[in-house]
């Protein structure tokens, strides 16, 4: 993904909003950069990696940081966050995972891993930061929670028709994916340097792939929405019913998704 920094310098010299409503609630940039590490390093965990990305003329944030894998050689936890000063993106902070063979996110949709609030009221910047603390605090049950879902697709076998029954689905139902990411998730399938089999874990990969096309300012929403899809489609741990009951695997949905998934490996 392009334009990712990690000049933190540049973002905290970003001039703060100035706001004649009084029902905004700033939360400055600082608190993602700043705190965010210093309770990190409270808790005894080492970011391996950092970047940032703005938007809007500083307007907008998105951030990452990586920290170092704890037991598990796939997969290391991160922290995702996003804030704005223009109001277009709500202050948020997520557990979440990267696999390390690719840098593919993994993002949970589970509510004792994240918080997001929006900048309304006097409160804003306090009840953010206690509920930072709490999200990391929930650190290590919330990554526990991605390596089991992990798990839990790599026990799970596709075959070509329930591969295209879910993009199908995710095209014409769920708009999960443009046209520009069906493209990438059609080579992926076939051709991935990575994934190579025909678990759920690897067409998990294959879609998580294609996402790196989109742009950061709506990376997260794109992989939460994902996951929780995933998760409830086929019963994972952490499901919380979002999109309905397991997705009945019949015929694929058109002609279209057949052509998207013609010649598949499975």
């Excluded at 307007?59 to 995702?80: F, H």
Aim: aromatic content about 10%.
């Amino acid at each position: 993904m392009k334009n990712w920094t990690d000049k933190k310098s540049d973002i905290l010299a970003i001039p703060l909003p100035e706001h004649k409503s009084g029902k905004y609630g700033l939360i400055p940039h600082s608190v993602f950069i700043n705190e965010i590490e210093e309770h990190l390093d409270k808790k005894g965990y080492k970011i391996s990696e950092e970047k940032y990305l703005t938007d809007k003329k500083g307007q907008i944030l998105v951030g990452n940081l990586r920290l170092e894998s704890v037991g598990d050689m796939e997969i290391s936890p991160a922290i995702t966050f996003t804030n704005s000063y223009n109001k277009m993106r709500k202050a948020s902070v997520r557990v979440t995972g990267v696999v390390l063979i690719c840098r593919n996110g993994m993002m949970g949709s589970t509510e004792h891993g994240s918080y997001s609030r929006k900048h309304i009221g006097e409160k804003a910047l306090p009840d953010f930061r206690k509920h930072l603390e709490l999200a990391i605090n929930g650190l290590d049950e919330e990554f526990a929670r991605l390596l089991k879902n992990k798990q839990e697709m790599k026990e799970i076998e596709l075959h070509k028709k329930i591969v295209s029954q879910l993009v199908g689905d995710m095209i014409l139902n769920e708009e999960l994916i443009n046209s520009t990411q069906i493209s990438i998730l059609k080579k992926e399938i076939k051709f991935s340097e990575h994934f190579k089999g025909n678990s759920l874990w690897d067409f998990y990969n294959h879609t998580t792939e294609a996402f790196k096309s989109t742009h950061p300012s709506f990376y997260d929403k794109q992989h939460v929405k994902f996951h929780s899809y995933i998760t409830d489609k086929f019963d994972l741990s952490g499901s919380r019913g979002l999109y309905g009951e397991a997705i009945e695997f019949t015929e694929p949905i058109t002609e279209l998704v057949e052509e998207v998934v013609d010649d598949l490996p499975y």
